[in-house]
C-alpha cells in the first residue's frame, strides 16, 4: 500500500454489530416498524446501490455527476482547498471530477473519504493513489452522524456530501447534522451539498421502484443482513417493496409489505415479532427539497450559501456554503 496512505478507524471493535442491534430492536419494536436506511449498506447492498444508480429510472447520479462535470471549475474558485473531504464516500466514483478541479487550481494535497464501510473506502483509495501521483490519501472508517469532531484539519477544506444522502435523514437528524458540521468548520473551508429537488412523482416515483426490480433487491436486502448478522429469520420473499410520495413531507418512503400474517424471531436480540399480513416496515426516507427550504435548513446551522447550481430540468442541486 502506498506510503501516502493511512488509514484511521473511530469506530469501536463492536460499532457495527452493536449499533444495528440497537437500531433494530429500537426500529421494529416501533409502531410504524421502521428500519435505519444505513443498514442496506453491507457488500451485496452497495453493489445493488451501484447498480441502482445506471438505472434508466435513477436520475440522480448522473444529474449529479453531470453538475460536478459542469461546476467542480467553479467550486475550486470559490474554494481553491488543499483538502477534500468526502462525508459517505461510498465507492468514490464522482470524487475525480472534484479532485481534478483542485488539481488544476493547484491548491490540492489530500482527499479524506469518511465512509463505514472499509470494504469500499480502501479499494477506492487506492485506485485514486494509482492515479493521483502526489495525492495523500486520508481515510477515515466512521459514522457521518457520529464521528465528525474527528476530520482532520488542514489550511482550507471543502467538505462534500453528495448523491442527496443528506435526504435519508429525518428533518430533525438532519439539523444536528447540519449543526455538527458547521461546528467543525474553519472560516475558510465551505461545504458542498447535494440535494435532490421535489419534482414530478412521475418521475420521482419509478427512480425507486425500476422495472427491472433492482430497488425492490435492495430495499429487500436489509432482511438479509439482520438474517446473518442478528440470527434472525425473515421470511425475504414474503415481502414486497413499495415506493410511496409523500407530498406533505416531500419524500419518499421505501417500506417492505408483508404478505402474510408471520412470526419473525431476532434470536441474537431474543426478540419474537408478530408481523401482520399488509404490515409495512418503513426502511428509507428520501427527501426532495425545495431551494428555499434547504437553505433555510443551512442558514439555521449557520451556514450562508453562496452557489446554487442545478441541471437544466431542475432535478438536482449543488449547493455551496460558508460558515
Ligand atoms: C443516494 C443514498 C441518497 O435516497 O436516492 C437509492 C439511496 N435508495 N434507491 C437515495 C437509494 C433507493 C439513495 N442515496
Known sequence: MSDRFTLDSHLP?????????ADVRA??????????????????????????TELPEYYPTRTERELL???????????????LVELG???????????????????????????????ALIPASEALLADYRELEVHGLIAD??????HLPDADRRIIAFLGGTIGNLTPAQRADFLSGIRA???????????????????????????????????????LHVINRDLSADFDIDSFEHVAVWDSVNEWIEMRLRSRTDQQVRIADLDLSLTIAAGEEIRTEISAKFQRAGIEAELAAAGFTVTHWWTDPDQRFALSLSEP
Open 184 to 222: 467543525g468548520m474553519g472560516p475558510a473551508d465551505s461545504f458542498l451539498l447535494g440535494t435532490g429537488l421535489v419534482i414530478d412523482p412521475a418521475i420521482l416515483v419509478p427512480a425507486y421502484d425500476d422495472a427491472a426490480g433492482v430497488t425492490a433487491e435492495f430495499n429487500k436486502n436489509v
Open 69 to 83: 462535470r459542469t461546476h467542480s471549475g467553479d467550486v475550486a474558485v470559490a474554494c481553491p482547498a488543499d483538502t
Open 13 to 21: 471493535e463492536d460499532y457495527l454489530a452493536t449499533a444495528l442491534a
Open 89 to 119: 464516500s461510498g465507492s468514490s466514483e464522482k470524487t475525480r471530477l472534484l479532485l481534478d478541479a483542485l488539481d488544476k487550481a493547484g491548491t490540492l494535497r489530500r482527499y479524506v473519504p469518511v465512509d463505514v464501510s472499509p470494504g
Open 144 to 149: 457521518f452522524e457520529k464521528h465528525l469532531d
Open 27 to 52: 426500529g421494529l419494536g416501533a409502531t410504524p416498524k421502521t428500519l435505519p436506511p444505513k443498514w442496506f449498506y453491507d457488500e451485496r447492498g452497495s453493489e445493488l446501490f451501484d447498480q441502482i
